[in-house]
Every structure is written in C-alpha cells, then in structure tokens.
C-alpha cells in the first residue's frame, strides 16, 4: 500500500511543487505591496459594479456650489452670513448640524452674532484639521471649541490618492490626544437621542460598538493594503454609491427659504463646500480606473458616507467592509494555485486549460463580487494570479512531459503498429514508462513469421543496390499489410518479418483471441494477393520475382521491452514464436503456391470455420520434444464471402 501511494505521491510531484511554488512567489509579491494598486483597482471596480444604494434618508447636506458664492458675491462668506443660515436651519430642529467649514478667524461683520450661534446650539459640531506629515493643522472655531463641540475631519488617502478609509478617532501617539472624527461625532448624537451609547466590544474591548454592530479597527495589513499607516482608529469607508448620492440642497436655497418646512426635523445636516473651484474634492473607489475618468466625491460627503455607515450599521443592519486574517487569506491564495495545478495536470491540451482557466478565473472573480455584495473584501488579483502561473506552468510542463514520454513510448512502438493502436499504447503509458520500460505481460496472442523463399539464390543474381530497393519496396508492403490488419510488426530479420496480433487488447476474452488469430491468417492470405501484384510489376520492370512462406502460431507469449539504457525494444517471447518460426522454415519443397501458409494446431481451431484448410500431418517440429499437428491454409480455394 505504501507503494503505491508513494507512486501515486511521485507521479504527482510537479503539482506538489509548483503549487506552493507559485503561491509562494504570490504572496511574496504581495507582501512586497506589488500587487496594491491592483488589488485597489479589483475593489474599485466591485464597487463601480455594486449597484448604488439610495440617499440615507436620516442626513442631508447643505452644499455651498458655484452658484452660492456668485450670489454672495465673495468667498469667504462673512459671519452673518454664516451665523443667518445656521438660524434658519436650526429653526427646524435637527438632530445635529455638522459644520464642514474652516472657521479658526473671524470674518466681519457678523462675529458676535456668530458666537452667539455657536454658544446655543449644543448640537452643532464644528470641525479642525489635525494635519500630519504633509498637512498644515487648522484651528476649530474658538467658540466651538472652549464647548468641546470640535471635531476632525482629516480624511486618509492611499498611494493612488484614492480615498478608501475613514477615521473613526484621530490620535496623537506622542500627546495621547484623542478626538473623534465629524463623521463619527454626529452619529453618536444622533444615536445617543434613541438610546444607544457607545461602549467597548465584548469580542473586543477596543473596538467600538454601537447597538448590536461592532466596529473592528483598520490593520496595516488589512485586505490588500500593506504596511499602511493605521495610525489612530480607523475603518474601510463602505460608499452607498458615487458623488451625488446624498441628498444635497444649496445654501442659497435655504436662505431663501425655498425648502420644506420639516426638511432638517430629526436629520444629520451637513453644511460644507461643494463648488469645484473651493478644491474641497477627493477621489473614491467610484472615480474610475486610477482618476483616468475623474468623479471626484466632495469632503462633506465623504464625511456624510461615514456618518450613513454608522448608522446604517446600527438601525439597518447594513455590512460593513470585513477582510480575513492573514494566514486566511494565505490559505486562499495556495487553493487556488492547486487549482491552477490540477487543472494543468489534468487538462494536457494547451487549447482546453486555457478555456479551464478562463472559466475558472471568470468564477473567481465572480465569487469574490458576491463576497463583496455580502460584505467580505476577499483577495481576487492574487489568487487569481496564482491560478494562471500555476496552470500555464503545469500545462507548459505537462506538454513537455508529454511529448518526452510519446517519444520514449513511440520509440518503442511507432515503427510497428498503426495509429489506432498506437493511440491505444499512448493510453496505457503509465505501464510503459514505469521505470522507462514495459514490464513483461504473459498472454495469448498469434505470431506470424514470413520468409522470402530462395532468397539466396535472388542475392547472388541482383546487384547489391537494386536488391536492397527491391528488398524494401516488399517488406514495406507486407508491414503495411501487419499494421492494417491491427498487428504489430516485431522485427524485421533479414528477408524476414515477425508479426504478432492480440498483444495489445484490452480484454483478453475467447472471443478476442480468435478474432486477433482470424486477422492474422487473412494479412496472410492478403500477403499472397500483394505479392502476386508485385511479382507482375517486378517482371515489367526486370526484376526478380519470388514467392513467400507464412508461419502462424497461436499461444501463450510474453510481451515486454528488452535492452539496456543504450537501446530499448519492445519484443514477443514465447513458445508460439519458436512454433511460427518452425512451421515458416518447415520443409521447403512443400508446395503451396506463391504464399505457403502453414498454421499451428491452436491457430487452426480458432480459424477453421472461417478458411479452407488441410491437414499436412502430425510432426515433431525442430527444438520441439513433442509432435506438432500442422494444418495448411489453401488460398486458392477460400470461401467465397470471408
């Protein structure tokens, strides 16, 4: 049993490899952030095809565009301005105003006025910019601040200067200072009206929850991101949709008054820059492949996305992002890298894997959409990769294989068989290739021999290059007669050919047996028709003529290859062969016309219903102990119709 499976664990030793060797080499890449920008593009594009969920009826935005500042005339607006429309907002009681705009210096007139706005709406959160390593930090408003009504809105960008991450709470590892995010700020009012208060995770005491929903905090290596700065607390930012999404109204609008009266009752109401020209624009997932087709997404949206992911989470039920751990994600990309292997393993024609691949690749990434639609960011580029260099690699290698072994395997048999056998042998190779040659088969099977009569005398009369043409011009007609006739053409001696038919049958039944010894018989009788032929075409040409002798023999024999590493053939051995030898070279002046065919005892009961024949005696044949029943096959008087 051990060897087997030994055998069976060798003979699959280049899946064994290659699989952790291309999912290795994936990972490594990955590990390396070579695969990132890719992976990013792979989740932009699952978002882009997620269908657009519709505004989170909870928030709106008041959105100051072009048109605004051309009717205030300048920008900045002045604090009145600023302090009227808070007024008119507040009037329609709001859960919670958030104030996406930079306000660290008074803007007259209109200051105090503004103060006072800012000293009696306790639910008004105004914003600062931390900055970091490359951002300059903006003071809150100083009214908002000395209330702790302040709150971040510094937004996270990767490489690509996408926007993929939201800060829950930005912090300051060198000062300890924590302060929640505006996003993350406003929701927690709006949620603390309904009587759900923040506390820390059982699963967790880390991370946020909310209700029921659990906010796990963003890793370095989370999902395709690698060694990412995950400074303070962080999450994946799950988009409802494009740019626009939000409800959004102008500012000039609800200065007007030209809004419901109940449009901000119980609602989040964002106030924050939405004209291109202010630059308070940032590219998402839904900006399109690398910003090549920009749609850029507004600050204060951005800001009500993560606000709407809180609470969809916490009333709705609404997924977040979730990734698998590393080791997780490490077993995904060495799965389907098996896969890869296996399929060109199995699937040897180059045409067929790559059509397996294709398939295979279109249903990951298809599976991993449905993750995604579900919630789960799960790796698709690099499994996919491992995929495709696993399978090119096995199917490039079980090619070479393949034709390496139908060279050793045709080296053995493709000079004497015909293709439909041959095909049958390359079936069967694992046989013939173990341990690089046929191991010997015991069997029954029917030996032919054939012999030129009066060659001799035919070589002393024709010089040597005309005979070695004449020569050839009959073994290849005879041969040709083996192999159609589904025999095996053994060997060629001298003015000789050894043929042997059944060695190759899948079923070794009775009935096989004697249709293999039927076959033989009639290339024999075929082979008198043939040389009749030539011996009409020779004499017009002035060549000799000759006539032939047939052997059959019918027995037990044992197949297999015979040689060392210089030279390996593939031969029958066996007492029918030393039979058909005998029956070919016995007793020369025995007439039988231009093909003499004598068969075996054996041969004769498996053939005589189907050919005329005659008993030329009971004879002890040369080499043999025993008698040896020889039976003629007439030609001339063959039945008419076999």
Same mark, same amino acid.
């Given at each position: 049993?051990?060897?087997?499976?030994?055998? =069976?664990?060798? =003979?699959?030793?280049?899946?064994?490899?290659?699989?952790?060797?291309?999912?290795?080499?994936?990972?490594?890449?990955?590990?390396?952030?070579?695969?990132?920008?890719?992976?990013?593009?792979?989740?932009?594009?699952?978002?882009?095809?997620?269908?657009?969920?519709?505004?989170?009826?909870?928030?709106?935005?008041?959105?100051?565009?072009?048109?605004? +500042?051309?009717?205030?005339?300048?920008?900045?607006? #002045?604090?009145?301005?600023?302090?009227?429309?808070?007024?008119?907002?507040?009037?329609?009681?709001?859960?919670?105003?958030?104030?996406?705009?930079?306000?660290?210096?008074?803007?007259?007139?209109?200051?105090?006025?503004?103060?006072?706005?800012?000293?009696?709406?306790?639910?008004?959160?105004?914003?600062? /910019?931390?900055?970091?390593? /490359?951002?300059?930090?903006?003071?809150?408003?100083?009214?908002?601040?000395?209330?702790?009504?302040?709150?971040?809105?510094?937004?996270? $960008?990767?490489?690509?200067?996408?926007?993929?991450?939201?800060?829950?709470?930005?912090?300051?590892?060198?000062?300890?200072?924590?302060?929640?995010?505006?996003?993350?700020?406003?929701?927690?009012?709006?949620?603390? %009206?309904?009587?759900?208060?923040?506390?820390?995770?059982?699963?967790?005491?880390?991370?946020?929850?909310?209700?029921?929903?659990?906010?796990?905090?963003?890793?370095?290596?989370?999902?395709?991101?690698?060694?990412?700065?995950?400074?303070?607390?962080?999450?994946?930012?799950?988009?409802?949709?494009?740019?626009?999404?939000?409800?959004?109204?102008?500012?000039?609008?609800?200065?007007?008054? /030209?809004?419901?009266?109940?449009?901000?009752?119980?609602?989040?109401?964002?106030?924050?820059?939405?004209?291109?020209?202010? =630059?308070?624009?940032?590219?998402?997932?839904?900006?399109?492949?690398?910003?090549?087709?920009?749609?850029?997404?507004?600050?204060?949206?951005?800001?009500?996305?993560?606000?709407?992911?809180?609470?969809?989470?916490?009333?709705?039920?609404? $997924?977040?992002?979730?990734?698998?751990?590393?080791?997780?994600?490490?077993?995904?990309?060495?799965?389907? %890298?098996?896969?890869?292997?296996?399929?060109?393993?199995?699937?040897?024609?180059?045409?067929?894997?790559?059509?397996?691949?294709?398939?295979?690749?279109?249903?990951?990434?298809?599976?991993?959409?449905?993750?995604?639609?579900?919630?789960?960011?799960?790796?698709?580029?690099?499994?996919?990769?491992?995929? %495709?260099?696993?399978?090119?690699?096995?199917?490039?290698?079980?090619?070479?294989?393949?034709?390496?072994?139908?060279? #050793?395997?045709?080296?053995?048999?493709?000079?004497?068989?015909?293709?439909?056998? %041959?095909?049958?042998?390359?079936?069967?190779?694992?046989?013939?290739?173990?341990?690089?040659?046929?191991?010997?088969?015991?069997?029954?099977?029917?030996?032919?021999?054939?012999?030129?009569?009066?060659?001799?005398? +035919?070589?002393?009369?024709?010089?040597?290059?005309?005979?070695?043409?004449?020569?050839?011009?009959?073994?290849?007609?005879?041969?040709?007669?083996?192999?159609?006739?589904?025999?095996?053409?053994?060997?060629?001696?001298?003015?000789?050919?050894?043929?042997?038919?059944?060695?190759?049958?899948?079923?070794?039944?009775?009935?096989?047996?004697?249709?293999?010894?039927?076959?033989?018989?009639?290339?024999?009788?075929?082979?008198?028709?043939?040389?009749?032929?030539?011996?009409?075409?020779?004499?017009? $040409?002035?060549?000799?003529?000759?006539?032939?002798?047939?052997?059959?023999?019918?027995?037990?024999?044992?197949?297999?290859?015979?040689?060392?590493?210089?030279?390996?053939?593939?031969?029958?051995?066996?007492?029918?062969?030393?039979?058909?030898?005998?029956?070919?070279?016995?007793? =020369?002046?025995?007439?039988?016309?231009?093909?003499?065919?004598?068969?075996?005892?054996?041969?004769?009961?498996?053939? $005589?219903?189907?050919?005329?024949?005659?008993?030329?005696?009971?004879?002890?044949?040369?080499?043999?102990?025993?008698?040896?029943? +020889?039976?003629?096959?007439?030609?001339?008087?063959?039945?008419?119709?076999?």
């Amino acid at each position: 049993m051990w060897s087997k499976l030994s055998s =069976k664990i060798w =003979k699959w030793r280049a899946v064994w490899v290659t699989a952790p060797s291309a999912a290795g080499i994936v990972i490594a890449l990955r590990l390396l952030g070579w695969l990132q920008p890719f992976e990013w593009m792979a989740l932009d594009q699952f978002f882009l095809r997620r269908p657009a969920e519709s505004a989170d009826p909870r928030i709106v935005i008041i959105g100051i565009n072009e048109q605004d +500042i051309k009717n205030l005339g300048r920008w900045p607006m #002045t604090d009145a301005e600023l302090a009227q429309l808070l007024k008119q907002v507040k009037e329609q009681n709001p859960r919670a105003i958030g104030l996406d705009l930079y306000r660290d210096f008074p803007i007259e007139p209109g200051h105090q006025e503004l103060v006072r706005v800012f000293e009696t709406t306790p639910n008004l959160i105004g914003i600062e /910019k931390k900055g970091g390593a /490359k951002d300059i930090p903006i003071a809150p408003p100083p009214a908002l601040a000395e209330q702790g009504q302040v709150a971040s809105n510094d937004i996270l $960008q990767d490489t690509d200067n996408k926007i993929r991450r939201g800060f829950f709470y930005w912090t300051n590892p060198d000062t300890e200072e924590i302060l929640e995010s505006l996003g993350l700020r406003l929701a927690l009012i709006y949620l603390e %009206a309904v009587g759900i208060p923040p506390k820390p995770a059982a699963v967790n005491p880390n991370y946020l929850q909310l209700g029921e929903a659990v906010f796990p905090i963003f890793e370095a290596n989370d999902g395709s991101y690698v060694r990412a700065d995950a400074g303070g607390y962080q999450i994946l930012l799950n988009f409802r949709g494009p740019a626009g999404t939000m409800e959004t109204i102008s500012m000039t609008d609800v200065l007007q008054g /030209k809004i419901p009266l109940n449009l901000f009752r119980d609602r989040i109401v964002f106030i924050g820059p939405t004209a291109e020209s202010l =630059k308070d624009f940032f590219l998402t997932p839904y900006s399109g492949i690398s910003g090549i087709v920009p749609q850029p997404m507004s600050g204060v949206e951005i800001q009500a996305n993560l606000t709407s992911q809180i609470l969809s989470a916490v009333l709705d039920g609404r $997924q977040g992002i979730q990734v698998w751990p590393d080791p997780i994600e490490a077993g995904w990309i060495v799965l389907w %890298a098996i896969i890869g292997t296996t399929l060109g393993w199995w699937v040897r024609s180059p045409r067929r894997a790559i059509a397996g691949m294709v398939c295979l690749e279109g249903g990951l990434v298809i599976g991993c959409y449905v993750a995604f639609l579900a919630g789960w960011w799960v790796p698709v580029v690099p499994p996919a990769l491992a995929l %495709a260099g696993s399978a090119i690699v096995l199917t490039g290698y079980a090619a070479y294989q393949e034709r390496e072994d139908r060279r #050793t395997v045709m080296s053995l048999f493709g000079r004497h068989v015909n293709p439909e056998i %041959a095909e049958a042998i390359w079936r069967d190779r694992d046989q013939i290739l173990k341990e690089g040659r046929l191991p010997g088969r015991k069997m029954t099977a029917t030996v032919l021999f054939t012999d030129i009569k009066d060659f001799s005398g +035919i070589t002393e009369r024709t010089d040597p290059e005309t005979l070695m043409d004449w020569l050839n011009e009959y073994m290849a007609a005879m041969s040709q007669l083996v192999l159609d006739y589904g025999g095996i053409v053994d060997k060629f001696i001298g003015d000789s050919i050894m043929a042997v038919f059944g060695v190759l049958l899948s079923e070794h039944t009775p009935e096989a047996i004697a249709e293999e010894a039927q076959k033989a018989v009639r290339c024999a009788v075929e082979m008198a028709s043939t040389l009749y032929a030539l011996n009409l075409k020779w004499q017009s $040409q002035g060549l000799p003529t000759t006539s032939m002798r047939v052997g059959i023999s019918t027995g037990m024999v044992v197949t297999g290859t015979l040689g060392g590493q210089q030279r390996l053939d593939y031969t029958t051995i066996g007492d029918s062969v030393n039979v058909a030898a005998r029956l070919e070279s016995y007793d =020369k002046s025995l007439s039988g016309g231009i093909c003499r065919i004598l068969i075996s005892e054996e041969t004769y009961a498996l053939v $005589q219903d189907k050919f005329l024949t005659k008993l030329i005696g009971n004879v002890r044949l040369r080499g043999r102990e025993r008698p040896t029943k +020889i039976y003629q096959v007439l030609i001339e008087t063959l039945r008419q119709g076999d």
